[in-house]
């Protein structure tokens, strides 16, 4: 089964590597997507204000081939009343 890499930026001193093995490049995208909406989710439950993350995938030892990108903002309703 192909190996893609998912090198992770999530705003923390650096970004970090991993591996997953996936059927096809269709999983590899589905994978990052749920991945990096787990890291969100986490993230925001440890804290209130604004975060996010990037998350590259390749295939083990080939270029990027899709990145995605997700952030989370929290609007400061009581500074617009």
């Known amino acids: 089964m192909p190996r893609y890499r998912f090198v992770v930026d999530d705003g923390s001193d650096a970004p970090s590597a991993d591996l997953f093995e996936c059927t096809d490049y269709g999983q590899a995208k589905r994978t990052a997507v749920n991945y990096i909406t787990e890291l969100l989710r986490e993230r925001d439950e440890a804290s209130s204000s ?3 993350c990037q998350v590259q995938v390749s295939e083990e030892h080939g270029p990027v081939r899709f990145t995605v990108e997700m ?3 929290e609007s ?3 500074a617009q009343g």
Do not use: E, I, Y
């Open 76 to 78: 400061d309703l009581q």
């Open 71 to 73: 952030r989370a903002f």
């Open 50 to 52: 604004a975060c996010g």
